[in-house]
């Protein structure tokens, strides 16, 4: 099983235990967002199984949703970025 890593925005490193960066084992985005706490599980991925629209997730420089999304496949090395959505005025 491929080894990646996994970047961790601030709002989600309460469950990372403060960690920026997390390296998991998995296949897919989705194998790989569910190897964490399940409260940083359900801030990215809804209870249908879909990924939030205010999240996005980038397997190295492409979007997941220009992909497979969350089935996108992992290969060794890749760098998985959790962004979420960033409001203001």
Wanted: proline fraction near 6%.
């Amino acid at each position: 099983m491929p080894k990646i890593e996994v970047r961790i925005p601030t709002a989600l490193r309460t469950w990372t235990g403060g960690k920026d960066q997390v390296v998991v084992q998995a296949a897919t985005v989705r194998a790989a967002i569910e190897t964490f706490h399940p409260h940083l599980v359900r801030s990215v991925i809804d209870e249908r199984g879909a990924l939030r629209p205010y999240v996005n997730l980038f397997l190295n420089s492409e979007n997941v949703r220009d992909l497979a999304g969350l089935d996108s496949r992992i290969a060794e090395g890749d760098v998985l970025h959790i962004i979420p959505a960033i409001a203001g005025g």
